[in-house]
């Protein structure tokens, strides 16, 4: 029986391509499903192949459009059908959405933009696939210092110290600081392990009159504050 299927023709494509792009300029990211707007940024790195089933594909395996922009590199190099050009594409459109988001809470006291921090740090650690902890240090005006990745775990879990994090808030004179990791189980809630090690790193920091402001724990869907929950 002959084959009746349409052609995936450079007709077609470049149809096809023109419709999705006219409805985004139209109707923007409402306009669009997830497995589209990850199409139109693979066809601007892959452009004489239909993109749509490796888009698709990509959302199945990593769960998420932002899971696929948070996956490594290396992951993504890995990936069957994505070359250096569309990974680069992906990766480029991930840290412009960090550049953003740091943007909103630069030269800004951190206690009185917490919303715009909480964004910054979900699109940040919420859908990385392995756990990583950070330390934000604020001067006296409570402004940003450094954001520093302290750790980063190989599976799920990660090795903070104390002593590393009071060292560094003496070099760069900071005088409080905010903790944060992820839980790529999926779950918010903070383990026994989470409480210690933030006992600790509090412990550290009184003596020098260092304030712990917060930790906040973030996974795919939500984040906790331990503040919020009275354990700071």
């Given at each position: 029986?002959?084959?009746?299927?349409?052609?995936?023709?450079?007709?077609?494509?470049?149809?096809?391509?023109?419709r999705?792009?006219?409805?985004?300029?139209?109707?923007?990211?409402?306009?669009?499903?997830?497995?589209?707007?990850?199409?139109?940024?693979?066809?601007?790195?892959?452009?004489?192949?239909?993109?749509?089933?490796?888009?698709?594909?990509?959302?199945?395996?990593?769960?998420?459009?932002?899971a696929?922009?948070?996956?490594?590199?290396?992951?993504?190099?890995?990936?069957?059908?994505?070359?250096?050009?569309?990974?680069?594409?992906?990766?480029?459109?991930?840290?412009?959405?960090?550049?953003f988001?740091?943007?909103?809470?630069a030269?800004?006291?951190?206690?009185s933009?917490?919303?715009?921090?909480?964004?910054y740090?979900?699109?940040?650690?919420?859908h990385?696939s392995?756990?990583?902890?950070r330390v934000?240090?604020?001067n006296?005006?409570?402004?940003?210092?450094l954001?520093?990745?302290?750790?980063?775990?190989?599976?799920?879990?990660?090795?903070?110290?104390?002593?590393?994090?009071v060292?560094?808030?003496?070099?760069?004179?900071?005088?409080?600081?905010?903790?944060?990791?992820?839980?790529?189980?999926?779950?918010?809630?903070?383990?026994?392990?989470?409480?210690?090690?933030?006992?600790?790193?509090?412990d550290?920091?009184?003596?020098?009159?260092?304030?712990?402001h917060?930790?906040l724990?973030?996974?795919?869907?939500?984040?906790?504050?331990?503040k919020?929950?009275g354990?700071?």
């Open positions: 029986m002959p084959d009746t299927a349409p052609k995936y023709s450079a007709e077609y494509a470049k149809g096809h391509r023109e999705l792009r006219d409805r985004f300029l139209k109707g923007g990211v409402d306009g669009l499903a997830d497995y589209e707007l990850l199409e139109m940024l693979l066809m601007t790195a892959i452009p004489r192949k239909d993109v749509k089933p490796l888009a698709k594909d990509l959302l199945k395996d990593f769960g998420s459009y932002p696929v922009l948070s996956a490594s590199t290396e992951r993504l190099l890995a990936y069957s059908g994505l070359g250096k050009t569309a990974v680069a594409t992906l990766k480029t459109v991930e840290a412009s959405v960090h550049a988001m740091k943007s909103e809470i030269d800004k006291p951190v206690l933009s917490w919303n715009a921090l909480i964004a740090l979900k699109t940040s650690i919420a990385l392995v756990e990583q902890f934000v240090y604020l006296s005006g409570g402004e940003i210092i954001d520093d990745i302290v750790s980063e775990g190989s599976g799920h879990s990660v090795n903070v110290t104390p002593r590393s994090i060292q560094k808030a003496l070099s760069i004179d900071a005088r409080s600081l905010i903790l944060a990791h992820n839980h790529p189980s999926g779950h918010a809630e903070p383990s026994q392990a989470d409480i210690v090690a933030t006992n600790a790193v509090i550290a920091c009184k003596p020098l009159e260092i304030i712990v917060d930790h724990i973030f996974s795919k869907n939500d984040f906790i504050s331990f919020t929950l354990l700071i």
